[in-house]
């Protein structure tokens, strides 16, 4: 007898010796679930309990939630997670210094990431792994169900949050029914991606059930230098004894090697004219990041009123951040005329500028929920009653050693030296934050179609970015959120929320000692929902103010680490949000999105007045799919952008862009597999554009991809 696909992997892995009667039951379930998983459905957005942590319905919740579906995510062969959120209204990006795989992502006019409350300006890549926050981590996008957004606040669920939103990777789940699937992606430049995944029941019985998945990217590039590798294993074993009770295991290994595209400098307002391929950092070191993380997930039904949750995770990951950073700035460290620069923009210094090369970061996290459903005093409560703990640490010496200069129009660039570190002076400090909370929440049903929500949560926190034995900066605070809903006809609601958020602790000033406060923000929101037809179409237009205060900003300082952390005044984005996403007839299926987002510093000693960078007034997107007949699929889309400010001071401005990109697939059968052969042409027009700078730097410009053809074979038992 031949093994179920999951069995068969689990078996190469060691991890599995089913019974005979096992197999023949997982084979005989295979032929039903071939249907649904080999078929493409459309784009409606999957349920999601993130903004609210309870099973409440998108028309039910007062805050702005989009979904990118998996169907979306296959038919544009998003292979990042910055290509998957480009769907999403009020979504745009910062300069990432973490390889393509770690963006870093601004949500309504602010970084998902404080750039500037502990730390250097390499600001690290946010987002949340299935409900856990986690940083710096490479997002596995074969292993990616859905991407939620979740729009402003929502710190006084998760904590730890910057005030724009949060933007939560849902992975594929293990499943009862046995599954296995094939994917290999290739194209231009190098691109390569194969990955393989299988799951199903492990017994006669389905009360063990696993998955295992694994992939490997690679990419290099139009950009000199650049590289990209990314290996990736994932395995789950989840225990199921009955409908009230599940508790999952789950091991996650990836290993990141990087070159970073540093991009290229302004010159005057513009970034300067230079060739597609023009990248000045050839460090000889690939950076890297190697993570290991440990999850258990459990669940259990207490009674027909209580539900409780919980979840453990370990993170562990060994970095070695070894890129060759060009800045204009001179630090005078160089020791020959052609290790100098103006300050002009050309030539350019060229450092390792803070490079780590054994470094360790870790996260410890707990979390238990207690959720309850019943009727008081006439009216429906939906109670929610939780605990989560946080830390994450960073650890490993830097150092900065001036290396060369380069004339931007006509380098010398690929003999870089390795840093040499008798030159410079190890740079060791104390990196950590730590986060102990617990919330509460009420979600009242008061008839007529209205609904109530009252959340409170109580943070107490220290943190600490300084000298070896720097005391801690602890600090505590207490954040509301109200909302309300009026569900005024069967598939239509509006609603208003008011939420405060706490982002980050920003530890104390590295020069003086002193307490900085907490970095903090409040947002009024009002929006409308509806579901058409039948709920397989549906639209959310939001309306919003933001502000955040205690901002943390960096001075230049004569001696190193050249920089100190302050909080100075306060910043604002305000504007509309409209997200669409569904089917529209049989055949044709849609994901849209417009934001108007203005942004405006209200207090700042440098940079009052000005606009928030990397923030266009006007993004859109439309995306399409057109369903021809049962084999031919076809779709294109455009993503555009407004001109947005370059840096903090608005120095310079990036032109704004409309990129398109297009698809065509085949759907066929193959042995007793549903497979397709899907080719995307994106950018098919090769328009030239710049996707992202850093605030605090006129130096690192990203320009976006050129035109490039992928090729994708899927094949599912």
């Not at 990042?80 to 910062?94: P, S, W």
Request: include cysteine; charge should be positive.
């Amino acid at each position: 007898m031949n093994p179920s696909p999951l069995v068969a992997a689990l078996l190469c892995a060691g991890l599995a010796t089913p019974s005979l009667p096992a197999q023949a039951q997982a084979r005989n379930q295979a032929l039903p679930s071939v249907t649904v998983i080999g078929e493409r459905v459309d784009y409606r957005a999957p349920d999601s309990s993130t903004a609210t942590r309870t099973d409440t319905p998108a028309l039910l919740t007062p805050q702005s939630i989009a979904v990118v579906p998996q169907a979306v995510l296959q038919d544009q062969s998003a292979l990042t997670l910055t290509e998957a959120v480009r769907n999403v209204a009020g979504v745009q990006y910062d300069f990432g210094f973490n390889g393509s795989m770690q963006p870093l992502l601004i949500l309504r006019g602010f970084p998902s990431t404080s750039m500037t409350s502990l730390g250097p300006m390499s600001g690290i890549s946010s987002y949340y792994l299935d409900g856990s926050k986690v940083m710096g981590v490479p997002i596995n996008m074969a292993n990616v169900q859905s991407v939620e957004v979740v729009k402003g606040p929502s710190s006084v669920l998760y904590g730890r949050s910057e005030p724009g939103g949060l933007v939560n990777v849902v992975t594929k789940p293990v499943s009862a029914s046995p599954h296995f699937g094939f994917e290999q992606t290739i194209g231009q430049y190098g691109l390569s991606r194969t990955a393989m995944e299988a799951t199903g029941a492990l017994n006669a019985e389905k009360t063990l059930r696993g998955r295992v998945s694994g992939s490997y990217n690679t990419a290099d590039s139009i950009r000199d230098f650049v590289e990209d590798r990314l290996g990736n294993f994932t395995g789950s074993l989840a225990w199921v004894p009955d409908a009230r009770t599940s508790v999952t295991a789950t091991l996650d290994y990836s290993n990141n090697r990087y070159r970073t595209d540093m991009g290229i400098p302004a010159i005057g307002n513009r970034p300067a004219d230079l060739p597609w391929s023009r990248q000045f950092n050839d460090s000889p070191y690939l950076s890297s990041a190697k993570t290991t993380t440990v999850k258990l997930d459990a669940t259990h039904q207490l009674n027909e009123t209580w539900l409780v949750k919980g979840r453990l995770m370990r993170l562990r990951s060994d970095t070695s951040e070894m890129d060759v950073y060009p800045y204009r700035g001179d630090y005078g460290m160089g020791s020959a005329a052609d290790q100098t620069c103006s300050g002009t923009g050309n030539p350019l210094c060229r450092y390792y500028f803070g490079v780590r090369p054994q470094g360790r970061y870790k996260i410890d996290q707990a979390n238990v929920d207690l959720t309850g459903k019943f009727q008081l005093g006439g009216l429906g409560h939906t109670v929610l009653i939780g605990f989560d703990t946080y830390r994450a640490d960073k650890t490993g010496a830097t150092y900065l050693q001036q290396v060369s200069s380069a004339d931007i129009y006509n380098p010398v660039l690929g003999s870089t030296p390795g840093l040499d570190t008798s030159l410079t002076m190890p740079d060791v400090v104390d990196d950590y934050s730590r986060w102990t909370s617990i919330y509460v929440q009420d979600q009242v049903t008061l008839g007529h179609g209205v609904s109530f929500m009252g959340a409170l949560r109580h943070d107490r926190t220290n943190a600490v970015y300084g000298s070896p034995g720097t005391e801690a900066n602890k600090l505590s605070f207490t954040t509301p959120r109200l909302g309300a809903v009026w569900q005024f006809a069967p598939k239509q609601s509006v609603y208003v929320q008011y939420q405060d958020s706490v982002s980050a602790n920003n530890g104390r000033d590295t020069l003086t000692g002193a307490s900085l406060g907490a970095e903090r923000a409040r947002q009024l929101e009002v929006g409308h929902k509806i579901e058409l037809r039948e709920g397989r179409l549906t639209s959310t237009l939001a309306l919003y103010q933001l502000t955040k205060r205690n901002r943390g900003a960096q001075v230049t300082v004569a001696e190193a680490p050249y920089y100190n952390v302050v909080t100075i005044g306060k910043a604002r984005a305000r504007g509309v949000e409209w997200d669409v996403a569904g089917r529209v007839t049989h055949q044709l299926s849609l994901i849209g999105s417009y934001a108007y987002t203005d942004t405006k510093v209200l207090s700042d000693p440098a940079y009052q007045g000005t606009q928030l960078p990397n923030v266009a007034r006007h993004t859109a997107s439309l995306w399409a799919r057109y369903t021809l007949n049962d084999q031919w699929l076809a779709g294109a889309g455009v993503f555009a952008q407004g001109q947005r400010q370059g840096d903090s001071a608005n120095s310079f401005q990036m032109p704004g862009y409309a990129r398109v990109d297009a698809m065509v697939a085949y759907r066929f059968e193959f042995a007793a597999a549903k497979a397709s052969l899907q080719l995307n042409v994106d950018n098919l027009f090769g328009r030239k554009y710049y996707a992202s700078s850093h605030q605090y730097a006129q130096d690192w410009i990203k320009l976006g991809s050129p035109r490039m053809a992928k090729l994708t074979l899927r094949v599912d038992y």
